[in-house]
């Protein structure tokens, strides 16, 4: 093979990624994904799109070696290949942050209000929770914080906290996290006890983004 068809072989292997991530709706599967192991329907009913149109995205994503599957009875449960494509997920994400304005004015108008955001790096957040200055709730479902979760956060789920709200001292500054930045659950916690009166602030990171900081999580589910 000469030097020319070596060279577009390679480029074409790796335009095998680029085409397989050039769909919103697998980029939000990985994000899905890098949580835990779901089913198609779980999948599907996160996305708002029929489960036929779900496993052809899945499909999508498994051929480019992105996504396994497995059968568990009569589900079909997908899982990311490998930790390395969670890191890809936030990559895009972080290069399209940092050239697209579209994607900027979008955020700006997600996060209305950034009085709400932590104001402190992850390192500095990690030492607070440890001391027990502020509580770190993970707000995501269950199965998600079983997972991996941040240190030292406290799982509660979002349709749990209303009627958990004595866990929560009123005395303490909280800080919610979910999925990651595009994620909505830590706004709608932030809402529902800001309301409660009580101290809420956020963070933009879900794992993925703190794992791809070089950040450690705890997996509960392997101990």
């Not at 929770?129 to 789920?157: C, K, T």
Request: with cysteine; net charge neutral.
């Amino acid at each position: 093979m000469n030097k020319r068809l070596l060279k577009d072989l390679l480029y074409e292997q790796v335009a095998r990624i680029g085409k397989a991530v050039s769909s919103p709706k697998r980029l939000e599967l990985m994000e899905l994904l890098a949580q835990g192991d779901k089913t198609v329907e779980v999948l599907a009913g996160e996305l708002s799109i029929d489960i036929k149109l779900a496993s052809a995205h899945l499909k999508a994503l498994r051929e480019a070696r992105l996504v396994e599957s497995r059968r568990d009875g009569k589900y079909m449960v997908y899982r990311l290949s490998g930790e390395d494509v969670a890191h890809l997920s936030v990559t895009l994400r972080l290069v399209a942050e940092e050239h697209l304005v579209e994607l900027q004015m979008a955020l700006q108008r997600m996060v209305s209000a950034p009085d709400k955001l932590t104001q402190v790096g992850r390192s500095d957040l990690l030492e607070q929770a440890r001391r027990g200055e502020v509580i770190v709730i993970d707000v995501r479902p269950q199965d998600e914080y079983q997972v991996a979760h941040l240190p030292y956060a406290r799982s509660m789920p979002l349709h749990e906290i209303e009627r958990r709200l004595a866990e929560l001292p009123k005395d303490h500054d909280i800080v919610a996290y979910c999925r990651g930045p595009f994620c909505m659950l830590s706004d709608e916690a932030m809402k529902l006890l800001s309301g409660k009166g009580y101290r809420i602030r956020k963070i933009l990171d879900g794992v993925a983004e703190w794992r791809a900081a070089g950040m450690p999580v705890e997996r509960p589910a392997e101990s």
